[in-house]
């Protein structure tokens, strides 16, 4: 079993950077596959970005490719969403997820999920 724990959201402007971080409990790290999906108020969850334990895949959605770049660090149980050039549509709560299956972009894949942590992009 693995435990989430997202931090380093907050209040940004449009075009500005941040970095979400993803901080896993458990020794297995590596075999997991990490996903951020987010969440708007009054819309469904969505697939952001995914990357799998260690041979360097990773998937995006479309509205974030180019933009947002996931990666992990095995060694301190962590992966990061790095996202630049925020749009005011990024606004969401972001969630990182981890899973025992193959990469994918569906929610229901994941076995463990963080609380969220929320990012505002005003305009």
């Known amino acids: 079993q693995v435990q989430l724990v997202e931090s380093g959201g907050g209040l940004v402007q449009a075009g500005d950077s941040l970095r979400v971080s993803c901080a896993a409990s458990?020794?297995?790290?590596?075999?997991?596959?990490i996903g951020w999906f987010r969440q708007a108020p009054g819309k469904e969850r969505e697939f952001v970005a995914a990357?799998?334990?260690?041979?360097?895949?990773?998937y995006y959605a479309g509205s974030v490719k180019g933009r947002f770049t996931i990666s992990r660090d095995n060694a301190k149980n962590t992966a990061y969403l790095q996202m630049n050039s925020l749009k005011p549509e990024d606004t969401a709560v972001y969630y990182c997820?981890?899973?025992?299956?193959?990469?994918?972009?569906?929610?229901?894949?994941?076995?463990?999920w963080g609380q969220g942590t929320q990012v505002t992009v005003s305009s």
């Open positions: 458990g020794r297995t790290f590596s075999s997991y596959v």
């Open positions: 997820a981890a899973s025992r299956s193959r990469i994918s972009t569906m929610s229901s894949r994941y076995d463990y």
């Open positions: 990357t799998d334990g260690s041979a360097g895949i990773t």
